[in-house]
């Protein structure tokens, strides 16, 4: 481990880590440390004045049904998220993966959405679902004889912010599956195809069970970016409506910090997402280590 | 053999479809962006090119101010990619080339960021900007990413791949570290510095929640926001329009992902080794 530290030197070390430990103290450690002790107070607007009100925010949110509303849509929003960008891009993986010609080209285009942003991803299906010239209605519509409206019914609105959140993810679950289906000891597969295990078998059987390590990984990423990432698509597609039915945590965040200018209602919820963090990255640890199965 | 082309012809056949699953979008935004609303309204939809391409594209650019948003967006793209890649890389040779005491609860230090995205303390954050004076300024949208765990991470697994024999040849050559990470180490890592470049440039381009925050004011704003401004406007939106202000914005980010997807891949892979 330290056998490449070959150099001594008392100051030099800490001179290349000063940039680092400024930055990170001042702008990730403290706000922080502050955002946990705002979240103890009440605000006035703009932060005029503040009185200590200990956990009397907390309990809001734990007794508030707008708020144990929004606690369950974000719960059901990462989820479905979770769930189907990973299934679908093992599922493209796979496909890729089976060694026909081109399988570079293909990869590439299926990954590329990465490069896109929630925002742009947002606003073209925020045109490719309005009811009135969207394109989805009249693809629906000349097919199944139905044009329904996305953004007021409930259910439909959070089936939308699901199925944008998904397309634009799948191609992360691609690059890293790709690269965990290449790195599969061969040895293993191939003893697999002389028991005579049908394809179904060998990928549920073999295949599946080696991925489980990246599949933990994928776990844990694709839930902090349901959790976090999504705020471009609730802010475009819904902002949280209809009656609170999409509203997720980080968008309320937003809306109690920025809009209602509720400083300490927005600092508790964000203790609560970052509680929710720091309890999956213990999970990746603990769980991911002793059972990673990397080849080669 | 039969039997195995016919797989191949139906793998293919399966990719075809998603691939163009997951273009059909872009595709469609990229038509509808060169249509008048007259031909986004009609019935049914045109699925070729319309006549007002050029117009559409000017006014997102000029009257919806894209162009000086996009400049806004490729100065603290850039300036963030290559401030965090020169920081990252000082912290991670002082991390793997340096005795000193503390180095775990250093490494500790850093890594422990991870946990700590940005989305988390929007509301601390502001107020801590604010309070410097930094509202309204690129200040505000570069400074606070200049250093991450990610880098760091990426830089020191790099590192820890190099043989140590050629530290100890350096050294004996005479070579002071400073000299050794510039001479031997960089030129060795490029392919680090490129997967830094995408991701890196990719996480800033697409900035929305934070420059939203904290940029009130126009000249500053970052294309992502300008985005969320061209759909809130009172008319009737002309989507022509904002589809084409959503082909401008996504375009420098996808360049130089296609440019380095390669590396980009690669360097993933190479996170995920222990």
């Given at each position: ?296 | ?88 890389f ?64 990426l830089f020191?697994q790099q ?30 890592s490029l392919n680090v510095v490129a997967a830094m ?66 590396q980009?891949?690669?360097g993933?892979?190479l996170?995920?080794?222990?």
């Amino acid at each position: 481990m330290d056998t490449h530290a070959a150099y001594k030197s008392r100051w030099l070390p800490w001179v290349l880590l000063l940039p680092s430990f400024v930055i990170l103290l001042v702008f990730l450690y403290y706000p922080t440390i502050e955002t946990f002790v705002l979240s103890l107070f009440q605000v006035a607007f703009l932060g005029l004045s503040k009185s200590f009100v200990g956990l009397e925010n907390y309990k809001i949110l734990f007794t508030d049904p707008d708020y144990r509303q929004i606690f369950k849509n974000t719960v059901v929003f990462a989820f479905f998220v979770v769930i189907f960008s990973m299934a679908v891009g093992l599922a493209l993986s796979v496909l890729a993966n089976q060694r026909v010609t081109g399988w570079r080209i293909y990869r590439l285009l299926l990954i590329w959405p990465y490069a896109l942003s929630p925002a742009v991803a947002g606003v073209i299906f925020l045109f490719m679902f309005n009811p009135q010239s969207g394109i989805v209605n009249y693809l629906l519509e000349i097919s199944l004889g139905v044009a329904p409206d996305w953004l007021t019914n409930p259910t439909l609105a959070m089936a939308l912010l699901v199925f944008v959140a998904v397309w634009k993810n799948v191609g992360y679950n691609v690059v890293f599956y790709i690269a965990g289906l290449q790195n599969l000891p061969g040895e293993v597969l191939e003893a697999a195809l002389i028991d005579g295990a049908t394809p179904w078998q060998r990928f549920w059987r073999v295949t599946f069970p080696l991925l489980s390590p990246m599949t933990f990984f994928l776990l844990i990423i694709n839930t902090i970016y349901a959790f976090f990432e999504a705020f471009p698509f609730v802010d475009l597609l819904t902002k949280g409506g209809p009656s609170n039915a999409t509203n997720i945590l980080i968008f309320n965040i937003y809306r109690d910090g920025f809009e209602y200018y509720k400083t300490g209602m927005a600092a508790a919820q964000s203790v609560i997402l970052f509680i929710a963090v720091v309890f999956l990255t213990i999970l990746q640890f603990r769980l991911g280590e002793g059972r990673v199965h990397y080849g080669g | 053999m039969k039997r195995k082309q016919l797989n191949n012809l139906v793998v293919h056949a399966l990719l075809i479809l998603s691939v163009l699953v997951v273009a059909a979008p872009i595709l469609l935004a990229f038509i509808f962006s060169t249509q008048t609303p007259a031909q986004i309204f009609s019935y049914p939809p045109r699925f070729s090119l319309g006549t007002a391409m050029l117009e559409n594209y000017s006014i997102a650019w000029n009257q919806f101010h894209l162009g000086v948003y996009m400049k806004n967006s490729f100065y603290i793209a850039i300036a963030v990619t290559v401030g965090k890649t020169i920081i990252s890389f000082m912290a991670a040779l002082a991390l793997v080339y340096f005795r000193f005491p503390l180095k775990g609860a250093v490494f500790t230090f850093i890594l422990l960021t991870l946990m700590m995205p940005t989305e988390i303390m929007i509301v601390a954050l502001f107020e801590l900007v604010t309070k410097l004076g930094w509202s309204n300024s690129y200040a505000a949208l570069i400074v606070p990413f200049l250093a991450s765990a990610t880098g760091t991470f990426l830089f020191r697994q790099q590192f820890l791949q190099i043989p140590t024999s050629l530290v100890d040849a350096a050294k004996i050559d005479g070579a002071g570290p400073l000299r050794f990470a510039w001479a031997i180490l960089l030129p060795m890592s490029l392919n680090v510095v490129a997967a830094m470049a995408v991701i890196q440039f990719v996480y800033m381009w697409n900035q929305y929640l934070w420059p939203l925050i904290i940029i009130r004011e126009g000249s500053r704003q970052v294309v992502q926001v300008g985005l969320r401004m061209m759909t809130s406007g009172q008319d009737a939106t002309n989507w022509g329009i904002v589809m084409a202000g959503a082909i401008i914005a996504l375009l420098p980010a996808l360049v130089v992902f296609m440019l380095l997807q390669e590396q980009f891949s690669r360097g993933f892979a190479l996170s995920q080794e222990k």
